[in-house]
């Protein structure tokens, strides 16, 4: 199975000036809809892993969250794009749980529901802690994109990101920057395509 992590704000969406606590405020980032469409339709199957810490301060419930999604998957379905789950911790930073990113625990419960080694992961998003989870659990595949409005740090190219905003922690080997969740797209089917071998001609008689 090909099997793609994403985070969500930043990355399917415009990130905004805090949470996104309605479903007026989820807006797509341009293009990010149809990039997961055209995965889709390579084979591979998206996933989505990310903090809500809106919900553990109570400045939205999960049926706000629930209705936030209901508009993602109503928008991508009529771009032919479908997200298979979305995995996400509750708590607020100052509560102590297993599940917060940068740590792996949301990434390990999405490699034990689909079944689908660590090494396999595709492991894209403008959160440092999610690839620095990604890069925790042996991911080998870790992609950032720039977040729309924010500091030009996605040019493309390799490097290791700086530590998550949570708190330090090991740096993030061999990062692949791209422009936008598109560019990532078309780099990666590219790729793909190249690496698949032509067809044999028949032997001339």
């Given amino acids: 199975m090909k099997l793609a992590i994403l985070d969500r704000d930043g990355t399917l ?3 905004g000036d805090g949470y996104i606590a309605s479903p007026d405020e ?15 339709h390579a084979g591979w199957h998206v996933v989505l ?10 400045l939205f419930d999960v049926k706000v969250l629930n209705a936030i999604h209901a508009k993602m998957y109503r928008q991508l379905a009529a771009m032919g794009g479908r997200i298979d789950a979305v995995f996400f911790c509750p708590h607020a930073p100052q509560e102590t749980c297993r599940c917060r990113l940068p ?24 959160s440092m802690a999610l690839l620095q989870a990604g890069a925790t659990l042996g991911a080998r595949q870790l992609h950032q994109v720039q977040q729309a409005g924010g500091a030009s740090t996605a040019a493309q190219g390799m490097g290791a990101p700086p530590s998550p905003p949570d ?34 001609r028949p032997a001339q008689t």
């Fill in 13 to 15: 969406n415009l990130p």
């Fill in 26 to 40: 989820w807006i797509a980032q341009p293009g990010a809809l149809e990039a997961v469409a055209r995965l889709n």
């Fill in 49 to 58: 892993a990310c903090n809500q810490p809106g919900l553990g301060r109570g």
């Fill in 103 to 126: 740590q792996p625990e949301l990434l390990a419960q999405i490699c034990e529901r689909y079944g689908v080694e660590a090494e396999q992961l595709l492991v894209v998003g403008s």
């Fill in 167 to 200: 708190g330090p922690s090991q740096p993030v080997p061999e990062v692949r920057k791209h422009a936008s969740l598109g560019a990532l797209v078309e780099h990666l089917l590219q790729a793909e395509a190249e690496a698949v071998p032509l067809p044999a």
